[in-house]
């Protein structure tokens, strides 16, 4: 390709609405440009990005055993009424009526309609295993549009979907997805872990988000330095970080702790390690009757040391609150507890509540709590002796940096990372909902068991910007670069030895099938040179009269700090060497 054929439009600087770097440099590189709130036009540069993932995703998918098919756009909504998604998704689903006041929607994701095909389609267990995957454009209506194509409303994924005979036929689909997205990652030339994840209201025990490295990233990651253990902040184990309970060592004192209502100022004010306090956390549960009111309401109080965080998924987990659970209203706070919040404890209760404590709670002594009168806490505190041994004791915290690994194989580190594929194991969810059964070796109708597994495909182009970026523009990794290597010729229009080598090195690496652009512009180097690191292309060879009369180009990696000399009677093989063809 010769840029005076394509379409180079760069910017000098990022339109004000452009929020992250990945935001910013696309637009600056003419990659996208926006055409509403999340929406963006792909543009040239952009697009050959895109080609680029799909490809990489395409044969590894096919290498996996998956089978490609286009499911569309649009899909009725009864599909989505069989499984309930229709009423329950909120309004990020987009519900659209056609000229006969007919119901459809502008698909999210495709599982629905996957399902349906199966059920149809896939009769007999020697049809299974079956897994079919389609690169198509979602849509999500964000309430809050941004980051650019990060959190967008229209994106591109590529959604697969297993189809198996039982969980063991499952889990061998599973891996194999798994596997595959390892490979398409490591081509991707990205930094990324692969964690576990919370398997969310659906269960099942097998879920794992691949993450891309970077500080921006919306998601905390932690992991074991010294071994494989990898998880989201939502499912990390948090082990206990007392190993016993200590005897009790001081009085049960209430004391006054006037305007303290927070475990830092109650800690300040009485001059002990925050690591002393203990946080309470009202939450209710609330039963139905068969009209859809509420019975019954449970309130529980649950317990973290003072310099920890609730983790709610966490929470969920618990018997009695997987249901679903709310913070307590105050006046369900002062029924139970006859104080207002920030002085709440579980000692001294006006009514029974349900308390759950955090490992390290459990075994906590001396510790000081709320004491349910404003302005006073109890120090001293100690289970058995002044209060009710725990009616739970769970994980219920987020840990933190330097926690013991659940592995045992070291101490927790955190780190960001950007969301951008997920694998998960679906069971029979949406079979059973859409009664997809296929006959066993009995005749006998089964359930199929299913998993789903996705990349966002445009937010992968996000991401690696997010990654690999310096202040001249973004780092391509090669298999992602719209163009691998870029020929910068000098005064091409000036000197014919200049346009001769130029011609002939574009030609060459075109026959050796390499993704080159040939520069022939005309434009200043320093432009030239500006429009290409912003763009990111890896690889520029340089050609200049002085430099041919001294028989030599000039080769520089986007991530070099200077250019490297290469004879011209070398630069063929120099380039075959660097580029591995």
């Not at 007919?102 to 095909?117: G, L, M, N, Y």
């Not at 200590?246 to 830092?264: M, N, Q, R, S």
Request: aromatic share 8%; charged share 30%.
């Amino acid at each position: 390709m010769k840029a005076s054929q394509f379409f180079v439009s760069t910017l000098k600087e990022a339109p004000a609405d452009a929020e992250i770097v990945s935001h910013k440099l696309m637009m600056r590189a003419g990659l996208i440009k926006r055409l509403g709130a999340g929406i963006y036009n792909y543009m040239p540069m952009g697009l050959r990005v895109i080609r680029k993932v799909e490809a990489v995703i395409r044969e590894e998918m096919n290498r996996a055993g998956a089978i490609e098919l286009l499911m569309p756009v649009v899909q009725p909504a009864e599909l989505w009424q069989e499984t309930g998604r229709f009423d329950k998704m909120g309004p990020e689903l987009l519900r659209v009526k056609d000229r006969h006041d007919r119901d459809f929607i502008i698909q999210p994701t495709s599982e629905e309609v996957v399902t349906d095909i199966a059920r149809q389609e896939l009769r007999s267990y020697k049809q299974l295993p079956k897994n079919f995957y389609h690169i198509q454009t979602k849509f999500r209506d964000e309430r809050r549009p941004r980051f650019g194509i990060m959190r967008g409303r229209e994106f591109t994924m590529k959604d697969a979907y297993s189809f198996d005979r039982d969980m063991e036929a499952a889990g061998r689909s599973y891996d194999a997805m798994f596997k595959a997205y390892v490979a398409i990652f490591d081509r991707m030339g990205l930094q990324y872990r692969a964690v576990a994840a919370d398997t969310g209201a659906i269960g099942g025990d097998r879920s794992h988000e691949f993450q891309v490295i970077a500080d921006t990233g919306e998601d905390a990651i932690v992991y074991c330095p010294a071994s494989d253990y990898a998880a989201n902040i939502e499912l990390a184990e948090a082990l206990s970080l007392i190993p016993e309970r200590a005897a009790a060592a001081e009085p049960l004192v209430k004391t006054p702790t006037p305007g303290k209502a927070t475990c830092a100022d109650v800690a300040e004010l009485l001059d002990l390690p925050l690591q002393r306090t203990v946080k309470s956390l009202a939450l209710a549960t609330d039963e139905l009757g068969e009209d859809g009111k509420v019975v019954k309401t449970t309130v529980w109080l649950l317990l973290v040391r003072g310099d920890h965080e609730l983790n709610e998924v966490k929470a969920s987990k618990i018997e009695g609150l997987k249901g679903g659970f709310r913070f307590a209203t105050i006046a369900e706070i002062d029924a139970h507890f006859g104080c207002k919040p920030g002085y709440l404890g579980p000692i001294g209760l006006k009514q029974p509540v349900k308390v759950v404590a955090d490992r390290t709670v459990a075994n906590m002594s001396d510790f000081v709590c709320g004491a349910n009168d404003a302005d006073f806490h109890y120090t001293g505190a100690n289970w058995g002796r002044d209060l009710p041994e725990p009616d739970a004791v769970a994980d219920i915290r987020n840990v933190v940096e330097g926690d013991p690994s659940p592995d045992g194989r070291g101490t927790l580190a955190i780190q960001r990372g950007i969301e951008v594929g997920h694998v998960f194991y679906l069971g029979t969810k949406y079979s059973q909902a859409m009664n997809a059964t296929y006959l066993d070796e009995k005749g006998k109708p089964q359930f199929m068991e299913m998993g789903c597994y996705g990349i966002g495909v445009t937010r992968l182009l996000g991401a690696a910007i997010e990654q690999n970026h310096d202040e001249r523009g973004i780092i391509w990794p090669d298999a992602m670069a719209p163009f691998r290597v870029v020929v910068c010729p000098i005064g091409m229009d000036r000197s014919e030895a200049v346009r001769a080598e130029a011609e002939r090195l574009y030609q060459s690496l075109q026959a050796l099938g390499v993704d080159v652009l040939l520069d022939d512009r005309g434009e200043r180097p320093g432009a030239m040179f500006a429009d290409w690191e912003l763009i990111g292309v890896p690889h520029r060879v340089v050609i200049s009269d002085r430099g041919l009369k001294d028989g030599r180009l000039e080769y520089q990696g986007r991530r070099d700090a200077q250019a490297t000399p290469v004879a011209v009677a070398e630069v063929d093989a120099f380039l075959k060497d660097k580029l591995g063809v």
